[in-house]
């Protein structure tokens, strides 16, 4: 029997924002999530001025959601700093409270939930095929994925490799009163690290990292991280409050990809549709708006081919803009610059966070 209302895989914020306004115009959704818990992705615990805006929409409210207040951002190169207020307060928010009430309000808008289902294939005729052997026939996939592919409908292996790495920063009054209500942006050549404050008083310490620097610290991830640390004073001292907490790591994340044509009934969402650099802080952005805008194409009847397009070209100024900030950050001499001409004109980081936001 083939499912009509449309199956969402992935229950994170892209998916559960598209299952909101599915429900939301009488439909079922169906989310199929691969973790038998919700965990703590290791990017994307900041919350733009903009997202909070968007989550309104959703019906969760700052009251709902918590979070450490975000008002500054605060820029290091090795031998230089700036701070500049953020257009509009944001919060620091764990992936794992957040994607936890994400996903309970879908559930409570009407979709439904199964968990510890891994989809190993969206097969050419659509059907969707899980690790059990399971084939589950569907008119419309809403593919939620986040950074992992799955076959039949994997992004293409891009040139340009980050590594993505995480450090988990225990909760230390120093530590609080060093970050405070700011979001850093680390830059150093060959990547850049982004810190600050979640709910419950923790660092979340985040690089994206090209993996010729990890090539060049001879593969050691811990090796490259004390590098790191000693060619710039104000991170190493961020990193020394990790003490001995592990590292995670995500590798080949395809930074400034966008999708920009699916097939028949298949509407990408989040990371599935366009990858923006974490440093522009807009990875919760476009998977919330993503999610919308594909809901809403459905519901009008519109195709997954048509939302695609229109998303793509919604999605390019912003990834187009990170991946322009990035490629100046990593370079010495741009990062050097920038950091200056933000410390003499505050005004103009609001201006290039802006240009970083995605209309939902």
Not at 106 to 119: D, F, N, P, Y
Not at 137 to 146: I, K, M, P, W
Not at 283 to 294: D, R
Not at 353 to 360: M, P, Q, V, Y
Request: hydrophobic fraction near 45%.
């Amino acid at each position: 029997m083939r499912r009509s209302d449309p199956l969402i895989l992935g229950g994170g914020p892209a998916g559960s924002a598209a299952a909101i306004m599915l429900a939301r115009g009488g439909a079922k959704p169906l989310i199929l999530e691969r973790n038998l818990e919700t965990g703590d992705a290791i990017c994307g615990g900041f919350i733009s001025w903009q997202t909070l805006a968007t989550l309104e929409q959703l019906g969760l409210g700052l009251d709902d959601l918590g979070g450490n207040p975000v008002t500054r951002l605060r820029l290091f190169t090795a031998k230089r700093s700036a701070t500049a207020p953020l257009p509009k307060p944001a919060i620091g928010l764990s992936r794992r409270r957040f994607d936890t009430l994400l996903l309970a309000h879908a559930l409570k808008s009407g979709a439904t939930l199964e968990r510890g289902v891994t989809v190993r294939e969206i097969c050419a005729d659509g059907d969707v095929r899980t690790s059990d052997g399971a084939r589950l026939s569907v008119a419309n996939v809403f593919l939620a994925t986040g950074k992992h592919d799955v076959r039949g409908a994997a992004r293409p292996r891009s040139d340009n490799i980050t590594l993505g790495l995480r450090l988990m920063l225990p909760a230390r009054p120093a530590m609080t009163a060093l970050i405070g209500d700011a979001i850093e942006l680390h830059l150093f050549e060959g990547g850049y690290c982004g810190v600050m404050i979640n709910e419950n008083g923790e660092g979340n310490l985040c690089m994206a990292v090209r993996k010729s620097r990890l090539s060049a610290a001879g593969g050691d991830v811990g090796a490259l991280i004390t590098q790191l640390g000693q060619e710039s004073p104000a991170l190493g001292e961020r990193i020394s409050f990790a003490g001995g907490a592990p590292v995670e790591a995500i590798s080949a994340v395809p930074y400034g990809w966008i999708a920009q044509n699916t097939r028949p009934g298949l509407f990408r969402l989040g990371d599935q549709a366009a990858v923006i650099p974490s440093l522009a802080g807009e990875g919760n952005g476009i998977a919330l708006a993503s999610g919308i805008a594909a809901a809403k194409a459905w519901a009008e009847g519109r195709s997954a081919q048509a939302y695609q397009a229109r998303f793509a070209k919604a999605a390019a100024k912003p990834v187009t803009t990170a991946m322009r900030l990035w490629e100046m950050g990593e370079r010495p001499l741009t990062a050097g610059l920038a950091t200056r001409l933000m410390g003499l004109f505050p005004k103009i980081a609001g201006h290039f966070a802006g240009l970083t936001r995605i209309d939902s």
